[in-house]
């Protein structure tokens, strides 16, 4: 498979975890009688690891805005079940930071 034109394997990366962390946050809204919305952003740094000498993202953060439908008032266990079970994320080396933006 050939990236679309601009996109290297760190963009589709990010874009996995991203798409990963939505729909896992989608999936326990679901479980829970509730709708979700949600767009987002990922973004992440390359450089030489120190402990190893190698390259590799070292940095990444995404941000998710979502809105639940009915909305919920307390969000927190919905969002760690979410980046437990998001298994782009698990799967790094390093753990994602999270920006959970939810209404």
């Known amino acids: ?3 679309p034109e601009g996109w290297s394997a760190d963009h589709l ?6 798409r990963c962390s939505i729909e896992s946050l989608a999936y326990h809204a679901r479980r829970e009688g509730r709708e979700l919305r949600a767009s987002g952003f990922a973004s992440g740094t390359v450089t030489k690891r120190d402990d190893d000498g190698r390259y590799a993202f070292v940095d990444v953060e995404c941000t998710i805005h979502a809105e639940l439908s009915p909305r919920v008032a307390e969000v927190d266990e919905l969002v760690l079940k979410a ?3 998001c298994f782009v994320g698990s799967s ?8 959970w933006r939810v209404s």
Do not use: F, G, Q
């Open 1 to 3: 498979m050939t990236p």
């Open 92 to 99: 790094l080396k390093i753990a994602p930071r999270y920006d």
């Open 83 to 85: 980046e437990r079970d």
């Open 13 to 18: 990366l990010l874009a996995a975890l991203l």
